[in-house]
Structure formats: C-alpha cells, structure tokens
T-cell receptor, first 113, second 116 residues
Framework: DVKVTQSSRYLVKRTGEKVFLECVQD?????MFWYRQDPGLGLRLIYF???????EKGDIPEGYSVSREKKERFSLILESASTNQTSMYLC????????????FGNGTRLTVT | AQKVTQAQTEISVVEKEDVTLDCVYE???????LFWYKQPPSGELVFLIR??????QNEISGRYSWNFQKSTSSFNFTITASQVVDSAVYFC?????????????FGQGTRLTINP
C-alpha cells in the first residue's frame, strides 16, 4: 500500500513564524500535492510538483512556498505564518499520467495564534 | 472554469437506510475525470472511484453505486443499506485532460452520519 506520511498531526505556531510542513511518500510517485481543507470550502490546491525541483502554483499559493529536493519528499513552507493560515493541510501523491488517484496523508492541523 | 458543487452539507440517516450524495460539476472540457473520496474521522482521504467522461456506465461495488449522467453534469453516489462505518465526509472531485499530474477540483464535501 502507498504510504504518505506527514510529519506532524497537530502544530501550533505564532504569527510571523516560519513554518515547515513535511510530507514523505514511499511509492516512487512523480506527482505530489499540497491542499488545505477548510469547512464549507472543501479542499483547495496550494502547490503541486511533477518532479524533483519542479513546482507549480495551485489555486491559492499566496503566502506559501514549496520545496522538492528529493522525489519522495515535498515540503510546504509558510514564510510568515498568519492567523488566516490556520487550517488542515493535506499532502497527496500520485503516479504520472492517466489521472491516477491521489493518495493522501492523514493531514496536519495547523493553528496559528 | 472547473467547479464541483455538493449541495448537501450534512446528511443524517438511520442505519440500513439508502442514501444518495449529490455531485454536480461544471467544465468546458470534453475530456475529464470524476472522482469520489471518503474522509473518515481519522482524516485520511480514501479513493473510492474514478470515472472518465467517455464512460457513462453506472458502477456498482457492493453497497456502493455511482450514477454518472453527462446530460445533467451529475455524478451521484448511493449507499444502499447504510452502516455506521459509512459515517464520514465524502468529496466529489473533477480533473480535466488525460495526461500529467491532474489538478483535482473538489466539492465542499458532504458530512454523512449514520445513526444506529
């Protein structure tokens, strides 16, 4: 089974802090994604990556950046955390091509105070 | 632009009842995929089904069935004889095109509660 692991289940940070959310997958998937989930809004795509060192903006990239130095790892970075970034963050991965299903991690619930 | 609408925010039924979750989508593309995911209380979204725009056959998997109708741009999900373990948030999603890393657009989700 594909395993997508997010390093933290719960995280509390202060406004202005730099925050790193880590995600690792073990199935050699080319594609990786970061979504945020908010009540009433569903999941919204922040950034995604087709390959190592490649990144593409999703629908809501403002205030975020990403890093993919290795194929299995995709990091989401909040340069200066703000309270409106309090949310559930979900990482996912998939194989290249033919709209392969996404495999999700358990999520990181981030609270910015 | 792509859009997925799940008009039912919350549904609550008694165990063994049948329940249908609605999904309506918008896309300008003729080639697209539709998905359903389940998010149990543990938080991890679980893939349930994928359908491409060329295949309008309905699908049945055990107690689950999906009704895809291009004429109404709908991809509804029915659970027959519901069970408490079916309680979860269910998401419908859409992606366009055939190749590459698909960018899924998700609906708002429907929280389904099955009461014993």
């Amino acid at each position: 089974d594909v395993k997508v692991t997010q390093s933290s289940r719960y995280l509390v940070k202060r406004t202005g802090e730099k925050v790193f959310l880590e995600c690792v997958q073990d199935m050699d998937h080319e594609n990786m994604f970061w979504y945020r989930q908010d009540p009433g809004l569903g999941l919204r795509l922040i950034y995604f990556s087709y390959d190592v060192k490649m990144k593409e903006k999703g629908d809501i990239p403002e205030g975020y950046s990403v890093s993919r130095e290795k194929k299995e790892r995709f990091s989401l970075i909040l340069e200066s955390a703000s309270t409106n970034q309090t949310s559930m963050y979900l990482c996912a991965s998939s194989q290249q091509g033919e709209n392969s299903p996404l495999h999700f991690g358990n999520g990181t619930r981030l609270t910015v105070t | 632009a792509q859009k997925v609408t799940q008009a039912q925010t919350e549904i609550s039924v008694v165990e063994k009842e049948d329940v249908t979750l609605d999904c309506v989508y918008e896309t300008r593309d003729t080639t697209y995929y539709l998905f359903w995911y389940k998010q149990p209380p543990s938080g991890e979204l679980v893939f349930l089904i994928r359908r491409n725009s060329f295949d309008e056959q309905n699908e049945i998997s055990g107690r689950y069935s999906w009704n895809f109708q291009k004429s109404t741009s709908s991809f509804n999900f029915t659970i027959t004889a519901s069970q408490v373990v079916d309680s979860a948030v269910y998401f419908c999603a859409l992606s366009e095109g055939l190749q590459g890393a698909q960018k899924l657009v998700f609906g708002q989700g429907t929280r389904l509660t099955i009461n014993p």
